[in-house]
Structures are given as structure tokens and as C-alpha cells.
């Protein structure tokens, strides 16, 4: 393992090091902590927003039910997912029944709060996940558990409540889940005021357009959306849609790339539909799970390490496509959109259409003075792959295409360059 972990982080180096004139644009994922960067996540309308008002959406994976595969419930297995996968939140899914909270409670909490303790430090959003199917059976153990999570982690934007995981039989959301769900909530409110609270809805949590009809009365409340792709298809997208035009936030706690069982085909086409979708309406979403099992919902396979550090030999096909849709996520969600500058000391550089790039963008830059202009494409290594501009130019604003049709998505740097000023910025081109 030690050997490993020296390799992996040999590549890693690799992949960051960029020349010397590159150094002002920053690219690790715990450069900015993204819980720094958001804050306190409340609700507005349909969409969930951060402490600006700005709609956000997180990204990020979901353990796997705590009794079963705790193993990763560490800080290190945290650590990699922010560092390595990109993930902004962690959903700690905890077991209730089958040798779960209701029967281990001191274990199982432990294990939640190790969860939730790396994720504060590390400065991503961690979802606490009362992991239960038939959760309106157990309300008074649901109710001590979220109190005492209420009481300790009260007020740390962090924090996210999921008071339901996904409702099971034929229970209906009037007589049974909404009754259960908000008196959980008004125990969560009479302590914790304002982190977000998400709950789920009958058949899996798929009825959110049954929920958004009846809603909860408290602030700051989700609907959970659970779907998976090679089962749920566009008219699960539909409940959805009928959802937020009733004025409700979703968060998609979680998700697979597989049938809804956890095994069968992987549906790569339907998944992308599916992220599609989300990045559209701003929703946030989890994937399920990390876990070292032969299922093909799992992210790794058998005998992948617990505290992270994973090659992609130990990582499924489907935690493959997964990571790469996370650190996509992360770089859209993390790379700029400029606007000009009148301040004359200052170049500034600003794409025509919105992030990611196009295979043909138009960059518009802006010379302050008479001189000698450079403005240079390079990729994440550092090699220069294009060269815009390489002329005297005068003062104003200029535009130029640069054709990336030939060149693999990820991300780039450009960089502007005249008499002794240097601006670099980053970029995401995705086809």
C-alpha cells in the first residue's frame, strides 16, 4: 500500500505541474473549500442556493449502508473523493435495520460522525442519511438520532439533513411519509433553524410530484429524487419536471448508472440524459456507492483499498464513467466566466459562450496599450498547443476564434501576454 500510494501520488504530481508563468491560475480542488466558497445552502423557489443567492448544485458520492461496507467510512476514503474524484459532498449513508443504528447505535453513529467530522475539515457538504426504508416505524429512534445531530453540529453550513431514504410498499405520501417527515423536522427546526433538510417520498423516492403537491410547511426543505438509469427514464425525468413547476427544490441523493436493482447493464447513454438534465435545472446529485463489491453499481471492485488511493484497475466501469462526470462537474462549476475591464492595468479575457468551451470559441481580449500582444492556448502539462495571437496591436478590444476541434476535452489555460503584464486563465472544453 505504501508503494502504491508513493505511485499515485507521483502521477498526481505530474498532472498539476504547469510552467512557472502558469502559476497564478490555481487547479487543485482544495485551493478554494468549497464550503468556503458557498456557505450556508438555503432554499429558493425551486432551487437550492448558496449564502450569495446564487443557485448551486453539488456533486459527490454516497457511501455505502454503514453496517455493510464501513470500512470506508474514514477520513482518509474522504479526503480522496474531495482531492482525487472532486466530489463537493459526501452522502453517509446509515444503515437503520439489519444489524444496523437500531441494533448497533454507539457503532453506527460513530462511523456517521467520522464521516462528518472529515467532511468539515476537509470544507465539502456531507449529507446525513438516515438510510431507511420504512423510516415512519422507527420515528421515535429517527427523531433522538437527528437531535442529537442537530444539537452537536448546529449551525456548520456543512450539514444536511436526510430524514428519509427512500420510503418502501405502498405507503402514501399524505397519510404516512409527510406525518413521519414532519414531525422529524420540527424536532431538526426547534434546534438547527437553517441547514437544509431533505426528504424522501413514496415508490423509492420517484413521487416528488406527489410532495411538491403537499408540501412541507418548515424552510430550507428538499425532495429527494432517486433514480437509476437503465430503469428510470424520461418519465421519472417528467415527475420531475412537474415537481419544480410546483415550487420545489430536488436534491438527487442518490443515483446509479445500472438497473435499479445495482446490478444489470450500465446505461452510459441514459446517465448522460440524466446529468444532462440535472446541470440544466441546477440539482445536485450523489452517486451510489462506494463500494468494493461485484454489483455493478458499485464504484470499486472487490478488494479496492478503504482509505482511498484507488488506480483505475480498482475502480468499476461504472466508477470510471462516475469520476469522470464528477471532476467535469467540478471544473464547469469552478471555471470563470470574465467580463471586460475599463481599468487599464488590467487585461482581461472573456469567452463569448458560456463554459464549457466549444470546439470553435471566440475569445475577446482587451490591450491597454500599443505593443507586442501574445495570447497562447496551453493544456494542463503546460505545453503550449496554440498560439492566437503574436502581433503589435493598439489600444481596445479584439476578438479571435481558436479552433479546438482537434484537440480531447479537459481542461486548458490561456494566457495573454503584453509589454510586462501576464493574465492567466483557466478553461473546460468538453465535446
Avoid at 482509505?307 to 467540478?330: F, M, T
Wanted: glycine share 6%.
Amino acid at each position: 500500500m505504501v508503494l502504491q500510494k508513493i505511485f499515485v501520488s507521483l502521477r498526481i504530481l505530474l498532472f498539476i505541474i504547469v510552467p512557472a508563468s502558469l502559476t497564478s491560475t490555481r487547479v487543485l480542488a482544495n485551493d478554494t473549500l468549497i464550503v468556503d466558497k458557498h456557505g450556508q445552502l438555503s432554499v429558493q423557489g425551486n432551487k437550492i442556493v448558496d449564502k450569495n443567492g446564487d443557485p448551486v448544485a453539488l456533486h459527490g458520492m454516497c457511501l455505502y449502508w454503514s453496517q455493510w461496507k464501513g470500512q470506508f467510512y474514514n477520513y482518509d476514503c474522504i479526503q480522496w473523493l474531495r482531492d482525487n474524484w472532486k466530489c463537493t459532498v459526501v452522502r453517509a449513508s446509515m444503515g437503520v435495520e439489519s444489524g444496523g443504528y437500531l441494533t448497533n447505535p454507539e457503532t453506527e453513529k460513530t462511523k456517521i460522525m467520522t464521516v462528518i467530522n472529515a467532511c468539515i475539515d476537509l470544507g465539502i457538504y456531507v449529507i446525513i442519511d438516515w438510510h431507511d426504508h420504512y423510516a415512519q416505524r422507527h420515528r421515535d429512534q429517527s427523531i433522538a438520532f437527528f437531535e442529537e445531530m442537530a444539537s452537536t453540529y448546529n449551525g456548520i453550513p456543512n450539514i444536511i439533513y436526510e430524514i428519509y431514504n427512500e420510503p418502501w410498499g405502498s405507503v402514501s405520501w399524505a397519510d404516512s411519509v409527510k406525518p413521519y417527515a414532519d414531525s422529524v423536522a420540527k424536532h431538526i427546526r426547534a434546534i438547527d433553524s437553517v441547514n437544509l433538510i431533505l426528504v424522501g417520498s413514496p415508490n423509492w423516492s420517484q413521487d416528488v410530484d406527489v410532495a411538491a403537491n403537499n408540501p412541507l410547511a418548515y424552510k430550507n426543505i428538499a425532495y429527494t429524487l432517486h433514480f437509476y438509469a437503465a430503469t428510470h427514464k424520461q418519465w421519472l425525468r417528467n415527475k420531475a419536471t412537474t415537481a419544480l413547476n410546483r415550487g420545489a427544490a430536488l436534491f438527487v441523493s442518490e443515483c446509479g448508472t445500472t438497473e435499479s436493482s445495482g446490478t444489470g447493464i450500465i446505461d452510459s447513454a441514459e446517465t448522460s440524459t440524466w446529468m444532462q438534465f440535472m446541470t440544466a435545472g441546477k440539482i445536485s446529485w450523489c452517486n451510489w456507492s462506494i463500494a468494493d463489491l461485484t454489483e455493478t453499481s458499485a464504484a470499486l471492485k472487490p478488494g479496492a483499498s478503504a482509505d482511498g488511493w484507488w488506480l483505475d484497475s480498482d475502480i468499476s466501469i461504472s466508477g470510471l464513467l462516475i469520476r469522470r462526470k464528477l471532476r467535469e462537474a467540478y471544473e464547469l462549476s469552478t471555471a470563470s466566466v470574465w467580463t471586460m475591464s475599463e481599468t487599464p492595468q488590467n487585461f482581461t479575457l472573456r469567452q463569448n459562450y458560456p463554459n464549457p468551451f466549444n470546439p470553435s470559441t471566440i475569445i475577446q481580449y482587451q490591450v491597454p496599450s500599443i505593443g507586442i500582444v501574445t495570447l497562447k492556448i496551453y493544456d494542463i502539462l503546460g505545453r503550449e498547443v496554440a498560439a492566437l495571437v503574436n502581433e503589435e496591436k493598439r489600444l481596445g478590444k479584439y476578438d479571435v476564434q481558436w479552433n479546438a476541434s482537434n484537440m480531447p476535452s479537459g481542461v486548458y489555460f490561456y494566457r495573454l501576454h503584453a509589454g510586462s503584464f501576464i493574465e492567466t486563465k483557466r478553461m473546460i472544453l468538453l465535446k
